[in-house]
């Protein structure tokens, strides 16, 4: 698979886990800010979850495949099209040399992924190959894609093709956004002790409603809430999912390419089963949180490792039954 | 009399009982609190447990990032070995306290110094001047005079937070911030001064450049001035 871009006009950058492992330096995590559906096309592309994918999060995109391969396309807000044909979400794609791949905004979620065999080739830069905006390194020159740029396969896989293949198998039904309300669980933050109990109550009761100012740093929450009694503290931690609020009241909920230190009160911090849940919500869609304790997330989180492992397996059977390499 | 010897040891490393408490952030973050303010002491304790944790690590530990007052600890739930990580995790740092305490008035900052070169001609310095009640120059002379502790990265990739800065050049925040700080800048806010290593929104006080280069990712390490090292700022003209 090899690919050149044509157009876009939105964010698409090279996104894999991230770099964690830098924190002390100041240097964001980054990584898929959804990385349930980066990991499900990974693995419908017959990859690892730390292969690198292209984050599409709006605008139109295309591309020409400058030679064919395996792709597939996991997530929500983006619908993929080979030669102007839609094709399913969640699908392994064998699509030959000189199809025009295009992908247009669907109005279910914030990101979706383009991943194919091997991962997108781009150098690795302190442990990852995602792309860090603020410091503009990683995946392709630190950067969103743009015209004439080229993307490589990491294990380039020539299909004897006619036409674009999908395969009969789907890889799970896809982010579960409902936009009108969705359910996201919380531990409660460092600070969380900072609101009276009446006030903490209205953060589980009332719903909040996603900003239109978000991206990949930090998603912005508006609703009826107050900034804590005292909101001086020492800059600490941040981390993917802390929920701060600043002395405006509106809550931020810190997503991907987050800062590694903050300096407000930390009220809550969204579950790791949850977080890539949250990051699909749109603008306009509305957020009940709900208090869990640690006990119940890590059950949460470990039910859900569950699945991605089943489904690994269940891909890895399919792919052998029709001998795909 | 071993029993004896070790309690007498434990006391007076312990003249009073240290802050030491464990937030649990989420699966697989865990904070250690071991203060609440912004001083040397506190700064020594936090890269006590930060030093000790990179040179021996635990199972399944990914990082460990200092803050002023605290050190988060990032770790892969599956690598740990254990079938309930989060408690794992929390009692092997209480069980790795008792040892740290100990070793603490041992370790001695020894990050290594540098001298960064600066040009004192930020936009805000005659502000800054006016409102200390002081002459630039008088500023420029204080801000320069001080060493300065890394305490910590954050903020942006290579953004060192330096301090104590002294009283005297104590200002709040700007009202408004900038939307667009230069990258080089070196800035002051409260008890903290800082160098913005890439261009960037920013709310501090700016009150000088430099050249110095903070962060590159070609490099290992990436960051030029790094948590427990010692900084002073020399004006060039």
Known sequence: MKIRIIHNNGLVTVQDTGRPQWRAAGVPASGAADISSHRIANMLAGNSANAASLEYSGGHFSAVLLQGGRLAHAGAGGRLLLNGVEQPCQRTILAPAGALLEIRPRQDGNFSYLATSGGWNVPEMLGSRSTCLVAGFGGLEGRSLRSGDMLEAVMPAEYDLSGVWTSPWRAGEGPAVKNDETTIRVLPGPESDRWDADTRLRFFETPFTVGRRRDRMGVRLEGHFVPAQNVAMLSAAVLPGTIQVPPDGHPIVLMADAQTTGGYPRIAQVIAADLPLFAQIAPGGKVFFQETGIEEAEHLRLEQEKVMRKMQLALRFKMQEYAIR | ?237
């Open chain 2, 1 to 237: 009399m071993c029993i004896l010897l070790r309690r007498r040891l434990f006391f007076m490393s312990n003249p009073v009982r240290p802050m030491f408490q464990i937030n649990i952030i989420n699966e697989k973050a865990i904070e250690i609190v071991l203060g609440d303010s912004i001083d040397l002491t506190t700064h020594e304790k936090v890269m006590a447990w930060y030093r000790d944790l990179l040179s021996d690590p635990f199972p399944g530990f990914v990082s460990a990032s200092p803050a002023y007052a605290s050190v988060c600890v990032l770790f892969e739930p599956e690598k740990t070995g254990k079938p309930h990580p989060v408690d794992a995790v929390s009692e092997y740092l209480q069980e790795r306290e008792k040892k740290i305490a100990v070793g603490i008035s041992q370790a001695k900052i020894t990050g290594g110094e540098v001298e960064v070169p600066v040009h004192y001609d930020g936009p805000d310095l005659e502000d800054v001047a006016a409102r200390l009640g002081m002459t630039t120059a008088e500023v420029v002379a204080l801000h320069s005079k001080t060493d300065y502790t890394v305490f910590m990265n954050g903020f942006l990739p290579g953004f060192p937070y330096l301090g104590p800065l002294p009283e005297r050049l104590e200002l709040p925040r700007r009202n408004t911030p900038r939307e667009r700080v230069p990258a080089g800048s070196i800035a002051i806010a409260g008890r903290q001064t800082g160098i913005y290593p890439q261009t960037s929104p920013g709310g501090w006080h700016l009150i000088g450049r430099t050249d110095l280069r903070l962060f590159d990712p070609f490099r290992d390490p990436p960051v030029r001035l790094q948590p427990g090292m010692r900084v002073r700022f020399v004006p060039v003209f």
